[in-house]
C-alpha cells in the first residue's frame, strides 16, 4: 500500500470516530503519517478533556488499525500550526 492508499485508510477511519467527537464539542485531523505512525490533533472540546488520551487510544488508534493494520501507533499534536 502506497502513501496516498493509507492516507485514504487513515481518513476513513477519521470519518468513523470524527460523529463521536463532533457530539462532544470535539474533533480530530490527520497531521502526518511517518512509516507506522500516525500523527493527529485533536480540536475543540477535545483538547480539554480529561480522557483524550483514552479516547486517543481506545477509540482512535484502534479505529486506525482497523482500517490501516501497518499502523503501530497514534500520537498527538497540539497548539502547532502546520
Known amino acids: 500500500m502506497n502513501i ?4 485514504v ?4 477511519a477519521l470519518e468513523e470516530i470524527r460523529p463521536f467527537l463532533v457530539a462532544d464539542g470535539g474533533n480530530i485531523s490527520l497531521v502526518s503519517i511517518t512509516k507506522d505512525v500516525v500523527s493527529v490533533q485533536l480540536e475543540g472540546a477535545c483538547l480539554g478533556c ?7 487510544k481506545n477509540g482512535v ?3 486506525i488499525k482497523r ?7 497514534v500520537i498527538e499534536i ?4 502546520f
Do not use: F
Request: aromatic letters at 4%; a negative charge; hydrophobic letters at 30%.
Open 4 to 7: 496516498e492508499e493509507l492516507k
Open 78 to 81: 497540539n497548539g502547532i500550526t
Open 67 to 73: 482500517y490501516a493494520p501497518q499502523i503501530k501507533r
Open 50 to 56: 480529561s480522557v483524550n488520551q483514552m479516547t486517543l
Open 61 to 63: 488508534e484502534e479505529t
Open 9 to 12: 485508510c487513515v481518513e476513513k
